[in-house]
């Protein structure tokens, strides 16, 4: 939950209508863990009841690659 605040806290005090998030695994396996799906769809539900969009989640990869959450349709 902490995670989660601070996000949004940091949203609200830049006044932003919408984030994107980002974040790296070294281990180079774009997949998201169970635990990116559920952080997603937690910011996602807190961030709608601010009127903050969700635009997308990213996780990077050492050789350049990614994944997105927008992409395949999962925000």
Do not use: W
């Not at 995670?3 to 070294?26: E, Q, R, T, Y």
């Amino acid at each position: 939950m902490f995670v989660i605040l601070s996000i949004l806290s940091i949203a609200l005090k830049g006044l932003a209508s919408a984030i994107i998030l980002a974040h790296n695994h070294p281990s180079g396996n774009r997949r998201p863990s169970d635990q990116d799906r559920i952080l997603t769809k937690k910011v996602k539900l807190a961030a709608n009841e601010m009127d903050i969009q969700l635009l997308d989640h990213l996780i990077i990869v050492p050789d350049g690659g990614y994944f997105s959450f927008a992409d395949e349709g999962m925000i």
